[in-house]
C-alpha cells in the first residue's frame, strides 16, 4: 500500500513492513494510478476519484486521489498462486483455533462483564477496544461524544491499518498506517461521492478497521454494513439522550436511509443490538464531559442469535 508519496508498506507474514522511496513523487504516483486506470479503461481524476482496476500480471489495484481521501492511496492486492487441499491447510494450523459454536459466552465477554460489574471502566474501555468490539458513543453536541472517541482511537494497537470515514476531518488518528477517506455533505462536493462509494472502496483497500466518525443521514445504513462485513472494531458517535434511545435513533436513520428504507423496524433493531456491542451515554455537568450511563448486555445478543 501506499498511503503518502515517499513511503509504501508490504504486508508479509510478520505484518506490515515500512519502506521509503524517494521516487514515489506526488507527480509519479499520479501518473501511475492513471497508468493502472487506463489499463481497464477507466480514467481516475479529481471529479472521478475513485478506481477499482487490475494491473497487467493480475494484482488488484485500488486508487482514491483527493479530495475523496486525505492524500492519494493506492492499495495493490496479490492474488494466491499457491492452491491448498484440506490436509494441507490443517498442517498450516487452519482449524486449530476452531470453536463449536454454541451460543456460551466468550472468555472476552466474561471479563467484560466483571470489569463492567466492577466498574474499572479504564480496564473495560482496554479490553473492548483491543477485542474489536463495536463501541457507539452518544450524547448531544458538545458532551464530549468527539473527545472520548479520540481517547478509544489511542488504544487501537498501532499494528492495525485503520481507514476513517468523514465530511471533515476530525478523527486523530496517531497509527502509520491510516488513510483518511472525506465526502462532501449533500453531494456539494466537486467529486460527488458519498460514504456508500467510500465504504465500497475501504473494503477493498486491506483495512483492520474502517471508522465513521459519526452517524447521521445515510451513513447509519452503511455503518451496519460495515460492522457486518467481518471488520469489527468500530468506534463512532451520535446524536441521542440515552444509551435506549441511541439505538432508537440509530434504528430511525437507517430506516430513513436509501439501503434501509425497505427493512422492518423490528429487524433493523434486533439487528442493532446483535452488532453493537457498547453504547457510551456522554452530558456535559457543570462545564465538565461525564459518561452517564454504559450499555453492555452480551447476553441479549445471544438471545436475540437463537
Request: glycine share 6%; net charge neutral; charged share 25%.
Amino acid at each position: 500500500v501506499i498511503n503518502r508519496p515517499g513511503e509504501l508498506a508490504v504486508e508479509g507474514p510478520g505484518g506490515w513492513t515500512f519502506r521509503e522511496d524517494k521516487a514515489l513523487t506526488e507527480s509519479w504516483l499520479t501518473t501511475l494510478a492513471k497508468a493502472a486506470a487506463a489499463f481497464t479503461a477507466q480514467d481516475v481524476t479529481p471529479e472521478t476519484p475513485i478506481c477499482s482496476t487490475v494491473l497487467p500480471t493480475g494484482e488488484r489495484c485500488q486508487i482514491v486521489l483527493p479530495p475523496a481521501a486525505e492524500r492519494m492511496s493506492l492499495t495493490v492486492r496479490k492474488p494466491s498462486a499457491v492452491q491448498l487441499d484440506l490436509d494441507a491447510l490443517a498442517a498450516q494450523g487452519l482449524f486449530d483455533q476452531v470453536a463449536i459454536a454454541r451460543g456460551d459466552l466468550t472468555d472476552v465477554e466474561h471479563a467484560l462483564l466483571a470489569l463492567r460489574d466492577a466498574r474499572d471502566w479504564p480496564g473495560f474501555f482496554r479490553l473492548a477496544v483491543e477485542s474489536r468490539r463495536n463501541i457507539l458513543i452518544s450524547g448531544s453536541t458538545g458532551s464530549g461524544k468527539t473527545t472520548f472517541a479520540k481517547a478509544l482511537v489511542q488504544l487501537i494497537p498501532a499494528h492495525e491499518r485503520l481507514l476513517t470515514i468523514e465530511d471533515a476531518r476530525e478523527l486523530v488518528v496517531p497509527h502509520r498506517n491510516a488513510v483518511h477517506l472525506l465526502y462532501a455533505k449533500d453531494g456539494q462536493g466537486l467529486a460527488k461521492i458519498g460514504p456508500k462509494h467510500l465504504l465500497e472502496s475501504a473494503l477493498r483497500m486491506r483495512p483492520d478497521r474502517i471508522l465513521l466518525q459519526e452517524l447521521r443521514d445515510g451513513t447509519a445504513f452503511y455503518f451496519l454494513r460495515n460492522v457486518n462485513t467481518g471488520h469489527p472494531g468500530s468506534i463512532t458517535t451520535i446524536h441521542a439522550d440515552s444509551a435506549t434511545l441511541a439505538f432508537e435513533q440509530l434504528t430511525l436513520l437507517v430506516k430513513e436511509s436509501e439501503g434501509g428504507r425497505d427493512l422492518a423496524r423490528d429487524d433493523i433493531r434486533s439487528l442493532l443490538h446483535l452488532l453493537v456491542d457498547v453504547v457510551v451515554q456522554m452530558r456535559r455537568v457543570e462545564g465538565r464531559f461525564r459518561m452517564t450511563e454504559v450499555w453492555y448486555e452480551p447476553l441479549r445478543k445471544r438471545q436475540l442469535a437463537s
